[in-house]
């Protein structure tokens, strides 16, 4: 299995900027299309964005198109969500998620490889 580790989360202004990270290890990476989901206190895990395993289809949430974007870098074994315009709602704990799945999709149930999450809090 993957092991999956997220970092660069924190505080920031509405308008401002993060950038997460998503560290894997464990089993070829490169296998794996990646996910992005949030939890906010109280609420469901929600979908934030997705990317295929060699990094050429992605596939976003309608609440961060345009704001956010994921990459990922195969040779280090990494997964990025550059976020941007950032708005209080968009607070939340932010996951990362891998699932051997070829085939995109926002449902949460279909990725078994989780980390355990980071904190993303955007002040009015």
């Known amino acids: 299995q993957v092991q999956l580790v997220e970092s660069g989360g924190g505080l920031v202004q509405a308008g401002g900027s993060l950038r997460l990270s998503c560290a894997a290890s464990?089993?070829?990476?490169?296998?794996?299309?990646m996910g992005w989901f949030r939890q906010a206190p109280g609420k469901e895990r929600d979908f934030v964005a997705a990317i295929s395993i060699g990094g050429s289809t992605t596939y976003y949430a309608e609440s961060v198109k345009g704001r956010f974007t994921i990459s990922r870098d195969n040779a280090e074994n990494t997964v990025s969500l550059q976020m941007n315009s950032l708005k209080p709602e968009d607070t939340a704990v932010y996951y990362c998620?891998?699932?051997?799945?070829?085939?995109?999709?926002?449902?949460?149930?279909?990725?078994?490889?989780w980390g355990q999450g980071t904190q993303v809090t955007v002040s009015s």
């Open positions: 464990g089993r070829t990476f490169s296998n794996y299309a």
């Open positions: 998620s891998a699932t051997r799945n070829k085939v995109l999709t926002p449902t949460p149930r279909m990725y078994p490889y």
